[in-house]
């Protein structure tokens, strides 16, 4: 499966340089997506846009694919690099700031996309763990029953990726899924909450 990692936000409202570099708890964010994608065996490319060219070098000194696209916006951009790199099949797509993701919610997700045989995916969280922070919620949306918002990460099918797609909604319960880092209140609130939680799966310093 083809994995994006979408990078090319300048991080206007957390004003401390690309958000993808920001560093919790000693890593770059975009170190536990990758050491995610790492576990599963996924070499994911990484997207990046003008804006953001100090992660692009970032992924080059590493090894890492990337694709610089216009940066013209979120969609437009996953739509220019599946149709620059010719996929067809499941695309899995990732915010640079979720760094909450573990193996065990790709897993899942992976399991459920396959059982129900659609063509996309998309993953939300019970909208009351930000809430109950003082996070942000720009767009919350009722999912079984329970009001939750969008953890930025989802799966479509990339020959359709013009076409509105069959989809089912998955949710999460799990209050690490719910850190989506745009202000530095929610990166304060991140490095308490991980310092606490830190597990396994979460990058080493160094490691990547």
């Not at 997700?109 to 939300?124: D, G, H, I, M, P």
């Amino acid at each position: 499966m083809l994995a994006l990692i979408m990078a090319g936000g300048r991080g206007a409202r957390l004003k401390m340089g690309e958000k993808g570099l920001v560093r919790l708890c000693g890593n770059p964010l975009i170190d536990y997506v990758l050491t995610v994608l790492e576990e599963v065996g996924i070499e994911p490319i990484v997207v990046t846009t003008p804006r953001t060219p100090y992660t692009a070098n970032y992924c080059r000194v590493r090894g890492i694919d990337q694709i610089c696209t216009e940066g013209i916006g979120y969609i437009e951009d996953i739509r220019e690099v599946i149709t620059t790199v010719g996929e067809n099949g499941p695309v899995l797509i990732l915010c640079a700031d979720i760094p909450g993701i573990r193996i065990h919610h790709l897993t899942y997700l992976f399991s459920r996309y396959q059982n129900e045989e659609v063509e996309a995916c998309s993953v939300w969280v019970p909208a009351k763990y930000s809430l109950g922070r003082g996070s942000e919620v720009p767009y919350c949306q009722d999912i079984g029953g329970v009001s939750a918002v969008p953890a930025g990460l989802n799966i479509l099918l990339g020959e359709k990726v013009d076409s509105v797609q069959t989809e089912i909604s998955v949710l999460i319960d799990d209050p690490a899924l719910t850190f989506n880092i745009n202000t530095p209140a929610e990166l304060k609130d991140a490095e308490a909450f991980f310092s606490l939680t830190k597990d396994q799966s979460a990058p080493q310093n160094g490691l990547l």
